[in-house]
Every structure is written in C-alpha cells, then in structure tokens.
C-alpha cells in the first residue's frame, strides 16, 4: 500500500488492524487508538481519500490503497495544513489525543462539502469523539478553516503522494 507518497511491502497477519500496521509496522503513531471498537474516531485515516475508522479495518483489506494519515497532511516544509493551522488558531484541543482523527475526519468532510453549515460539521464529526473541548472551539475551527478554503488545500502538498485538490469524496467524517 501506498502511505503518504511512499510505498510499502509486508507481510502481514490476515488478524493484524490496519491502525496497528500504521503505528507498529509503519512507526506513523500520530494515528492514535482510543477505543479499538469503532467507537470513538482516534484511529481516523483517509482510504483512498475517504475517511475511516482504521481500526475497523484489516491491514490486508488497505491492499493496493492509498492512505493518507495525520502525518502526510503538512507540506513536506512542516507547513500546516490549514485545517491544523485552524485548530491551532481556534484553540480546538486540549489534551489532543483525538485530534489527529478529528484532524483526518474534517479533511475529509470539507473535501466532500467545502462551505458547510454548524450542523452538518457537528453530524459530520459524530463519530469522533473528544473528551476535552467540548467541540465548541473544534466546531469554530472546522467554520473558519471551511472559510479560508481548506476544503480545495491540497493535501500534503509536494510530496510523492499529494492528494489532488477537489478529490471525489464520500461520506463525510468517520463513522
Ligand atoms: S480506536 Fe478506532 S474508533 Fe476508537
Ligand atoms: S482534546 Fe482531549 S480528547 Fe479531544
């Protein structure tokens, strides 16, 4: 499978969670796991540039796919992405354990529905959970980064596995 621009080859459990191989195999523990029972959204990744739940999903079944985690987001420079540049700017994180997933989940909201309203942000992230913030200061954030368009922002951009700008996407935030 293809992570970030780069490819990888392994052999692998057919039992092993794809959240596992990114973060054991792979080394890429940006991607964090809450729950490992599809409940809270810590785990979110995009698949081929929708998000998922990558605990939901077996490493061998992202055979040939091509994902994009918390760490392919930035340009390779370090520059934010500006849905990361929003939920610094807005304060949208205290202990940040969900934000990598929640991170993930509004990329993939905002490609799919670049100007939503409140509450399709809130429907949109209610598979993520957060035990912190209270999803005020994260709402804000996914509203202002809607505003400055970070729904067309490429998704690491200049690196080999850039996604394109205006990608069809399906499905809005994990589930
Ligand atoms: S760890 Fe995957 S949804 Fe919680
Ligand atoms: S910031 Fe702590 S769980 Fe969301």
Known sequence: MTVNGKTYEHEVEPRLLLVYYLREVLGLTGTNVG?????CGACTVLLNGESVKSCTVLAVQADGADITTIE???????KLHPIQ?????????QCGYCTPGMVMAVTSLLRENPHPSE??????LEGNLCRCTGYHNIVKAVLAAAAAGAGSA???AGTAG???TGGAVAG???R
């Open 162 to 164: 850039a996604v394109p």
């Open 35 to 39: 729950c490992d029972t599809t409940s």
């Open 172 to 174: 809005g935030g994990a």
């Open 119 to 124: 509450d399709q942000v809130r429907f949109g």
């Open 154 to 156: 490429p998704i690491g």
């Open 72 to 78: 392919g987001l930035a340009g390779p420079d370090g």
């Open 85 to 93: 540049e929003a939920f610094r700017e807005h304060h949208a994180l």
